[in-house]
């Protein structure tokens, strides 16, 4: 059964950095892509960062390109998000989702199960 469970969220300062973590309990998390995304208060769910199964293929939203790196440990069924000159308006609730497909996508639509999410917190 696959139970996406995320970690590594809190209050940091303008400029800072944090990393998050998925793990997956029923260690389906190899075996297809993965993504992140994030939603902030009053607002929609928005796409952050997507990787390949095999992590070989990597997709951003614009406006974290930069800043954000999306990776993925296979081997310790893990995913990560690294968060760097971190900004108030990344303030939100982070959610790792488990890809229906190989390849990357950034709609919603192309994920199947998720976690419960992290808050992310970036004071001004």
């Known amino acids: 059964q696959v139970q996406l469970v995320e970690s590594g969220g809190g209050l940091v300062q303008t400029g800072g950095s944090l990393r998050l973590s998925c793990t997956d309990s029923?260690?389906?998390?190899?075996?297809?892509?993965m993504g992140w995304f994030r939603q902030a208060p009053g607002k929609g769910r928005e796409f952050v960062a997507a990787?390949?199964?095999?992590?070989?293929?990597?997709d951003y939203a614009a406006s974290v390109k930069g800043r954000f790196t999306i990776s993925r440990d296979n081997a310790k069924i893990t995913l990560y998000l690294t968060m760097n000159s971190l900004k108030p308006e990344d303030t939100a609730v982070y959610y790792c989702a488990r890809g229906k497909y190989l390849l990357t996508s950034d709609q919603p639509s192309g994920y199947d199960y998720w976690g419960q999410g992290t808050q992310v917190t970036v004071s001004s």
């Open positions: 990787i390949s199964y095999t992590g070989g293929g990597v």
């Open positions: 029923g260690r389906t998390l190899s075996s297809t892509s």
